[in-house]
């Protein structure tokens, strides 16, 4: 099963991931959707100093958004935020110093934000796919700490944040490689079997989904999404799947093209006529699972995902 689900997402990505399948989408894109003045509202943009975070951090500040980068390392956050200032003539660039793999760090600056600000947006980007199994200091898996615990974190210690806010939106950059797995409860840190980067990568992916539509079901006032950027050509890519960049590195898609849905999502108006919850690709909906791909979660395994995060979450909170 497993082997056909590879096969059938791949020639899928060689179709809708790469550069030509971006272009393709983009005929139907809206240009209007993008122009908008964000002056007054503020963003969090975790992993904002590279990539596919830097390039929506960079076009929010074109659009005089405030942008708060999260970052965990200050050198390459001071250098991006300088380049984002530079490039958008706004001023209103914040860096904070956070490692999203770091539970307690997360929550710290989650509560004290909440505490003495309003959220509009909320892009949960940061990301990595390690492929040997590595511990945090807190003894946790470091892709379950970063991709899926780091990030139920911060949105929930953000919650009350984005509940000040009118028009309030949180973008989860998720991955079409989601599509791959079927969320496997029993294992969050993938403890049993021989450990495959790739395969925690795409579970963490699968758990920010299912995250997305139950943070949906509950916050009726906040308006949620996850969303595929494609294959971007990004410093990630290059160093946790050099094989692959290096096969396919002349189809990739520019780090912009990778970030456009998540700038839509952020700021387009008509981003929000879509219901809450969604997953998109290229400005729309798409499906969750593959033809036949037998993907689904039960709503049960969902509900121990969800207390199985809240228990863990709760051990870390200051
Ligand atoms: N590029 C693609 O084709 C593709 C496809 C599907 C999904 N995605 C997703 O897109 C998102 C952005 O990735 P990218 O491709 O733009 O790669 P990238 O350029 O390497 O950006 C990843 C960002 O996440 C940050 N980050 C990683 N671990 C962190 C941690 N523990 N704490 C704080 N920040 C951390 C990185 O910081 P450092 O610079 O300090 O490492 C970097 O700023 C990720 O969630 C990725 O899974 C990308």
């Given at each position: 099963?497993?082997?056909?689900?590879?096969?059938?997402?791949?020639?899928k990505?060689?179709?809708?991931?790469?550069?030509?399948?971006?272009?393709?989408?983009?005929?139907?894109f809206?240009?209007?959707?993008?122009?908008?003045?964000?002056?007054?509202?503020?963003?969090?943009?975790?992993?904002?100093?590279?990539?596919?975070?830097?390039?929506?951090?960079?076009?929010?500040?074109?659009?005089?958004?405030?942008?708060?980068?999260?970052?965990?390392?200050?050198?390459?956050a001071?250098?991006?935020?300088?380049?984002?200032v530079?490039?958008?003539?706004?001023?209103?660039?914040?860096?904070?110093?956070?490692?999203?793999?770091?539970?307690?760090?997360v929550?710290?600056?989650?509560?004290?934000?909440?505490?003495?600000?309003?959220?509009?947006?909320?892009?949960?980007?940061?990301?990595?796919?390690?492929?040997?199994?590595?511990?945090?200091?807190?003894?946790?898996?470091?892709?379950?700490?970063?991709?899926?615990?780091?990030?139920?974190i911060?949105?929930?210690?953000?919650?009350?944040?984005?509940?000040?806010?009118?028009?309030?939106?949180?973008?989860?950059?998720?991955?079409?490689?989601?599509?791959?797995?079927?969320?496997?409860?029993?294992?969050?840190?993938?403890?049993?079997?021989?450990?495959?980067?790739?395969?925690?990568?795409?579970?963490?992916?699968?758990?920010?989904?299912?995250?997305?539509?139950?943070?949906?079901?509950?916050?009726?006032?906040?308006?949620?999404?996850?969303?595929?950027?494609?294959?971007?050509?990004?410093?990630?890519?290059?160093?946790s799947?050099?094989?692959?960049h290096?096969?396919?590195?002349?189809?990739?898609?520019?780090?912009?093209?990778?970030?456009?849905?998540?700038?839509?999502?952020?700021?387009?108006?008509?981003?929000?006529?879509?219901?809450?919850?969604?997953?998109?690709?290229?400005?729309?909906?798409?499906?969750?699972?593959?033809?036949?791909?037998?993907?689904?979660?039960?709503?049960?395994?969902?509900?121990?995902?969800?207390?199985?995060l809240?228990?863990?979450?709760?051990?870390?909170?200051?």
């Amino acid at each position: 099963m497993s082997f056909f689900r590879n096969a059938v997402w791949f020639v899928k990505g060689l179709q809708e991931y790469t550069k030509s399948g971006y272009e393709a989408a983009a005929k139907h894109f809206v240009a209007a959707d993008l122009e908008v003045n964000l002056s007054g509202r503020s963003f969090i943009v975790t992993g904002a100093n590279s990539g596919i975070g830097k390039a929506a951090a960079t076009e929010i500040a074109i659009r005089g958004g405030t942008v708060h980068m999260l970052c965990r390392n200050k050198g390459r956050a001071e250098a991006a935020k300088q380049e984002i200032v530079e490039r958008s003539k706004n001023q209103n660039i914040h860096v904070h110093i956070v490692d999203m793999s770091s539970a307690r760090q997360v929550w710290e600056f989650g509560l004290s934000f909440s505490q003495n600000n309003a959220l509009h947006v909320l892009i949960n980007n940061a990301g990595c796919m390690v492929n040997q199994r590595e511990l945090t200091d807190d003894g946790l898996e470091k892709n379950f700490a970063t991709n899926t615990l780091g990030t139920y974190i911060l949105t929930s210690a953000l919650i009350p944040a984005l509940k000040k806010a009118d028009d309030a939106r949180v973008i989860t950059v998720s991955s079409g490689g989601m599509l791959t797995q079927k969320l496997n409860v029993e294992d969050l840190q993938f403890e049993k079997g021989t450990f495959d980067g790739t395969m925690a990568y795409a579970q963490n992916k699968r758990q920010q989904v299912i995250l997305t539509e139950r943070w949906a079901a509950q916050h009726r006032d906040i308006h949620f999404s996850s969303m595929h950027p494609g294959w971007a050509d990004t410093p990630a890519v290059q160093s946790s799947m050099p094989s692959f960049h290096a096969k396919m590195q002349s189809k990739l898609r520019t780090e912009a093209m990778g970030a456009d849905t998540v700038v839509w999502l952020a700021v387009a108006a008509a981003a929000v006529k879509q219901p809450s919850g969604l997953f998109f690709q290229d400005r729309k909906p798409v499906a969750t699972h593959l033809p036949l791909a037998f993907s689904r979660s039960t709503p049960q395994e969902e509900e121990r995902l969800l207390a199985a995060l809240e228990e863990l979450a709760l051990k870390f909170k200051p």
